[in-house]
């Protein structure tokens, strides 16, 4: 069955963990869905004990810096693996079309020509569009427009091998058009950006995101089985997962998580 690997739990401006993206692991092989805003995916993996030779397909949400920054230090470390001779097969990384050139420039930029010149040989940036669906570690994922009001930006839902969905919303509040990837499914992956007794503190709305409270009561609209609460603010981590649990609780009758940076869920519950 498979489990979710969290690599990173926080925002754009956090500095005590590491943004937001994760990764479905299936037998040996991992789905991996955006790289953070940097290198320090490198070492996260490395704690993990996640050797790049297992991940062959990445997807890229959006042309944010905290999610698509890492994404070149993949392409980096994976294609000096490749030339190496220690990657067996290729590398896809999947995003909206408009967003293939902005990955490709990034690399042409700013790694060695020896690294970029895998990308059409063994590294494929590939174009999806709204409602396309692929199949990646045996499971169809369909990705999906969430509408962004900031970048375009995707989501994908899949069917795990429980026969339970799993959607992930992106890093906005999910839109109501979408609400059709989200309804009764297994695992809800939504941001939240801060408690709501502290909205005013840090003003999720006003950067077009929620607050613990506003994505547990969405959540139980959705009739959710477990819901996982992602890419928030780090002004007191230790006590995180306590309060926001505290706030989400009373909103939302299924299984809520907060994870933290490195812990792994397993998706078969």
Wanted: contains cysteine; negative net charge; glycine residues 8%.
């Amino acid at each position: 069955m498979e489990q979710l690997y969290i690599f990173g739990t926080g925002n754009a401006a956090v500095t005590k963990c590491y943004n937001t993206c994760f990764a479905i692991k299936k037998e040996e092989e991992f789905f991996m869905v955006d790289a953070g805003g940097g290198n320090g995916i490198l070492g996260i993996l490395n704690d993990m004990n996640v050797d790049l030779s297992q991940i062959h397909h990445l997807f890229v949400s959006h042309e944010h810096t905290d999610h698509i920054l890492g994404v070149v230090w993949m392409v980096r470390m994976i294609g000096a693996k490749m030339r190496a001779d220690t990657y067996d097969g290729d590398f896809m990384i999947y995003c909206h079309k408009r967003l293939v050139s902005v990955i490709d420039t990034l690399c042409r930029l700013t790694l060695q020509g020896k690294f970029y010149e895998l990308i059409g040989k063994r590294i494929h940036l590939t174009g999806v569009n709204d409602k396309e669906t692929r199949k990646i570690l045996g499971n169809e994922v369909t990705f999906f427009d969430i509408h962004s009001n900031k970048a375009e930006q995707y989501g994908f839902t899949t069917t795990l091998s429980n026969g339970k969905t799993l959607t992930f919303c992106g890093d906005e509040p999910l839109n109501s058009s979408c609400h059709s990837y989200a309804k009764n499914c297994g695992w809800l992956l939504h941001e939240t950006f801060c408690l709501y007794e502290e909205r005013e503190r840090f003003q999720p709305y006003e950067k077009h995101h929620c607050t613990v409270k506003d994505a547990c009561e969405l959540a139980q609209e959705m009739n959710a089985e477990h819901l996982i609460l992602w890419h928030t603010e780090d002004s007191d981590l230790l006590n995180r997962k306590k309060r926001y649990l505290e706030e989400g609780t009373p909103w939302f009758k299924g299984e809520l998580f907060i994870p933290s940076d490195r812990e792994i869920i397993p998706l078969t519950l």
